[in-house]
């Protein structure tokens, strides 16, 4: 097989949200990056997400993951502007604020307990959710229906359009040089040298770095850099409605009007493997919620639906890391791309672009998993 001509500073393996965000964070700092991509056939969380940038709730257990998603919110308004500006596409993102919707007193509680808890991991700084009763919630989203209690509120909450995300990562890789592969699935990682060499059946590459960003593919390429990366496929449906006109002025965890104006609807939380069928079963639960908390929904009309695989590791957190016996090779996978995508172009990848992640990060190293076992 021969190798092609022009090696890159740092090759990513993957071109999904993930992958991308990287890839426009190392070009921004100067690097040279080839992205290599499967392409359509592969798993696509990327393509198939809600377009929450959500920070309430994130990082129980672990607040360095609340921290981080925080930046990443904070992170968003300078990454939707650079993107603009370097890709020429918008990712449609505002910050409104968010709501979780309760349905039980019971759950208002438990809501409560862990917001305090969130507020106590943070040691000092503002965990920045609250819970607000119906009469608050009334005021900021009328039209509700009778079953909902109360709700949690974050103004640090806000929503994007996934696809625009997409679009305007892959739009600026190109204006800023990088390099898009697509049908290059990676095989198989090798040394070379100091760098490495990535087989595809688009040729040989050459890096000095290599990142594995291949979502569920990480799995199987992490072992070839010496690094062991459990995840697991979750999935979840959604619903999309006609355009309407603004009904829903901000991003709730179930339903969220886009900037063209259909809603998405959707929380499914499904262990069926890597299937991403979507099920008449579900899409009924789906909807009957969602009429449930906003009782207009039940009058539109449903346009699509789908259904796409949630690259999970063991606890939900991210991994990021690099290889101890592979100097040079990280892997990263996370649940929330969307959300995360301010802080991987922005935060991540200048870390990684110098060659190490800071220790702030350790935290994500999978070394954390080694008592645990993959399913
Ligand atoms: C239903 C659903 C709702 C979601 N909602 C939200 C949300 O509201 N907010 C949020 O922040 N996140 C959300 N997510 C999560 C988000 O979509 C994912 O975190 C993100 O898409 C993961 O991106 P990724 O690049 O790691 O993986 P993927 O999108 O799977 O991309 C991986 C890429 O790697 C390529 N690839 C795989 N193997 C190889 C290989 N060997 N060689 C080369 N390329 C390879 C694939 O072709 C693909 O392009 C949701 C996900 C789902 C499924």
Redesign the pocket.
Known sequence: MSMNERAADTLV???????AAVAYGLLRAGESVTV????DV?????????????VQSKGDKMHEYARWTRGSADLWPEFAGLLAQDGGIDPDYSKPGGIHFMLSEEDLEKKRAQLHRLHNSLEGQEYGAEIIDREQLDAMLPGLGPDVVGASWSPHDGHAS?LRLMRGLHSAIAAKGGRYVAD???EKVERDGSGYVVR?AKGAFRGDKVVL?????NK??APSVGLDVPLRPEK???IVTERVRPLIPMPTHVMRQTAEGTIMV?DSHEDTGYSDASTSSVVSDIAKHAVRCFPALGQLRVVRTWG????LSLDGFPIYQESATHPGAFSI????????AGAHALALAPMIARGRLDASLDAFHSRRFEHATAH
């Open positions: 393996i993957g071109g999904g949200l993930v992958g290599l991509d499967e392409g592969a798993l696509r969380a990327s393509r198939g997400n809600f377009g929450l940038v959500w996934p290059a699935k990676a595809t960003a291949a979502g569920h593919g199987w390429l979840g449906q959604i959707g796409a695989v949630r690259v996978n996370c649940h929330s791309g969307v959300t995360l």
